[in-house]
T-cell receptor, first 112, second 115 residues
């Protein structure tokens, strides 16, 4: 199955800064990747579908300008949290579909 | 729209007990896939099983077993002889057919296995 690498595992940043999270499909060319957000004790919520070579598809309520997604190659999608605020603190996780969905290890973002 | 309900928010059992995690789903589609994922404290999501809507055979994998019943729209997960390492949040999820469809997750069940 697909191996998905997500980096960094955790990041602490100051309010107002931007943070980039990378999601790599190591052994599978992924035209589509998915970004999820998980709040403490909550289920995962799909934020957006990242499409290689085209614009991402955002779920209702997700700010496109806040959460920038770039899928420039078949193996890499990035999520940039721009001008991060404490309310953006969360666990972000990406996934790749190769038959089944394979998930990255997640990124814990803490905004001070 | 699809919906997945995991009514049990938290379950605690003592090691070696059997435990069943409930999952009820809603969808109008006739073709769909059901999943179970395990999320240990470290955070990563571990795939456990995928079952398509046309296969109602129950499945057993070691201490894990799954009971899929379309008549009640349920896909329950049983751990036999639970172990401390089974402690995690378990998510049930539903996906419609199609290459770009995302999963709809249940809210998860926190399982704690006490020694």
């Amino acid at each position: 199955g697909a191996v998905v690498s997500q980096h960094p595992s955790w990041v602490i940043c100051k309010s107002g800064t931007s943070v980039k999270i990378e999601c790599r499909s190591l052994d599978f060319q992924a035209t589509t990747m998915f970004w999820y957000r998980q709040f403490p004790k909550k289920s995962l919520m799909l934020m957006a579908t990242s499409n290689e070579g085209s614009k991402a598809t955002y779920e209702q309520g997700v700010e496109k300008d806040k959460f920038l997604i770039n899928h420039a190659s078949l193996t890499l999608s990035t999520l940039t949290v721009t001008s991060a605020h404490p309310e953006d603190s969360s666990f972000y996780i990406c996934s790749v579909r190769e038959g089944k969905l394979f998930f990255g290890s997640g990124t814990q973002l803490s905004v001070l | 729209a699809q919906k997945v309900t995991q009514a049990q928010t938290e379950i605690s059992v003592v090691e070696k007990e059997d435990v069943t995690l409930d999952c009820v789903y809603e969808t109008r589609d006739t073709t769909y896939y059901l999943f179970w994922y395990k999320q240990p404290p470290s955070g990563e999501l571990v795939f456990l099983i995928r079952r398509n809507s046309f296969d109602e055979q129950n499945e057993i994998s070691g201490r894990y077993s799954w009971n899929f019943q379309k008549s009640t729209s349920s896909f329950n997960f049983t751990i036999t002889a639970s172990q401390v390492v089974d402690s995690a949040v378990y998510f049930c999820a539903l996906s419609l057919s199609g290459s770009a469809r995302q999963l709809t997750f249940g809210s998860g069940t926190q399982l704690t296995v006490l020694p």
